[in-house]
């Protein structure tokens, strides 16, 4: 569990978070949404330890990040997967190397088990026969997945993504949806997304912290979304016709 | 880490030695004809045209120019391929992983540029060979005087001297160009601009560097 408390951030004299306060639950897909320049990527970098935030705490499982030692950090960055919006894959490695990065870096084990592990890993994100492949020869879905496997290869308890759905066709979009959804639940983990994608937010957001100019504006889950009164979360999720249409039927169906 | 270390040696030195061979032979050749050019003195012995090539090519063109070729291909090599990194996220990724990014990426480089010296002593015998055979088979100075002047009045401590320097000079490659890679911001473009900026400010601080170094070791 993530619980973050009145945590401000300013770069300069822009004041990008203004006192955001939330609690993540373990193995719940938590969603940050919001407009361009609300402040999602800089909370989430936040909660990454990659910003510090100059008023506030981030306590992860009872831990106050700001009280902790730099090996105790690292420690706890061991403890965090994450999944980038460009996947981030390190292009002179292959698939394989990539996922096996963090075995080599933080574990003892031998060649055969950290084999194991990444074998297990990559048929868990339905990658097969792409363990010889350099990110450049696979495709988009193919890098995020690889992403995927990355972050969880060293059973995180914290998995960021920040929009993992950036870049791919609508089908493939909700296939990485759902494998972190499947993911979370299976391995109890505190998943945080940081997401535009209106989909993600219907079909998985079982919590959405709603940004606006840095400020927690909304909170609450895909179901509440519908029926909220909210005027700056409704001009956002329902600003394309689509969605307007879907609240509409929303609606007159519950009435 | 030991790994790490040798596929650096492999990238920046052993992939770097045809260039130097290359450069340091035609260098040694045309040193040793621009010096029979302008020796002209029936007076002056042939062999002085072999110790002035082997002054020239071990004091600044072994150590000296071929830092400053080093910083064009080494330098710019290392200051793109961590400005992609850390355009691409990469550099984020190892953070966050809690990996030292510095430590993982710019240590390597540095202990691995400890085996440019060897590279220089290639420089210095392939110069000297490339003089001998431009002066030998050029007609400019025979094969026994050229030899003689490369052991006339030979100082040991100019060796010393180039291989401090050498040293100095691997810093300097390695250190700044990955400064550049680390701390430039922007994308692809300014990945590039980085890469430039990198080979000027290398180039600038070894040719101070070597005018300080010449001044307090043989001035």
Redesign the interface.
């Known amino acids: 569990m993530i619980e973050v408390e009145n945590i401000h951030k300013s770069f300069g004299d822009t004041h990008v978070l203004k006192g955001i306060s939330t609690v993540f639950e373990d193995g719940k897909t938590n969603l940050i949404i919001g407009q361009s320049g609300s402040g999602k990527t800089v909370f989430l970098k936040c909660l990454l330890g990659l910003f510090e935030p100059e008023e506030g705490q981030i306590c992860y499982n009872g831990q106050f990040y700001s009280e902790l030692s730099r090996s105790e950090r690292r420690d706890l960055r061991q403890e965090m997967g994450m999944v980038f919006q460009g996947s981030a894959l390190f292009d002179s490695m292959t698939v394989e190397g990539n996922v096996m990065f963090p075995l080599g870096m933080f574990t003892n084990q031998s060649k055969a088990e950290m084999q194991d592990r990444v074998d297990f890993v990559l048929e868990r994100v339905n990658l097969i026969d792409a363990h010889k492949k350099f990110p450049s020869e696979i495709s988009g879905g193919m890098q995020k997945r690889v992403a995927i496997a990355r972050a969880i290869v060293m059973n995180p308890k914290y998995l960021f993504c920040d929009e993992p759905n950036s870049g791919l066709d609508p089908k493939t979009a909700i296939l990485i949806d759902n494998l972190i959804q499947e993911i979370t639940k299976e391995y109890n983990i505190t998943t945080v997304i940081n997401t535009h994608d209106m989909n993600s937010v219907m079909e998985i957001g079982e919590k959405i912290i709603f940004l606006k100019d840095g400020i927690k504006a909304w909170e609450g889950t895909n179901k509440e979304i519908f029926k909220t009164d909210n005027e700056a979360v409704t001009n956002f999720v329902y600003s394309s016709e689509l969605f307007k249409k879907v609240r509409q039927m929303y609606i007159e169906e519950r009435n | 880490m030991r790994s790490l270390i040798l596929k650096e040696i492999d990238e920046l030195i052993y992939g770097s030695l045809g260039i130097i061979i290359f450069i340091s032979f035609f260098i040694g050749g045309v040193v040793t004809i621009q010096t029979a050019l302008n020796l002209n003195s029936p007076l002056i012995p042939k062999s002085l045209i072999g110790f002035a090539t082997r002054q020239s090519v071990i004091l600044e063109f072994a150590p000296t120019f071929t830092s400053i070729i080093m910083a064009g291909k080494v330098g710019s090599y290392i200051t793109s391929s961590i400005g992609?990194?850390k355009v691409?996220?990469?550099i984020?990724?190892l953070?966050?992983?809690?990996?030292n990014s510095v430590n993982y990426l710019v240590f390597p480089k540095i202990i691995a540029m400890l085996a440019y010296p060897f590279a220089v002593a290639i420089a210095m015998y392939v110069g000297i060979l490339g003089g001998w055979i431009a002066g030998a088979f050029g007609g400019y100075a025979p094969s026994g005087e050229f030899i003689k002047g490369l052991q006339l009045d030979f100082i040991p401590f100019h060796i010393t001297y180039s291989f401090i320097k050498t040293v100095v000079f691997a810093f300097v490659i390695a250190t700044i160009p990955s400064f550049h890679g680390l701390y430039m911001k922007g994308g692809a473009l300014e990945v590039g601009k980085a890469s430039t900026t990198a080979f000027v400010w290398t180039s600038v601080v070894i040719i101070i560097l070597n005018y300080i170094l010449t001044q307090l070791m043989l001035g």
């Open positions: 992609t990194m691409t996220e990469q984020d990724a953070e966050v992983m809690g990996v």
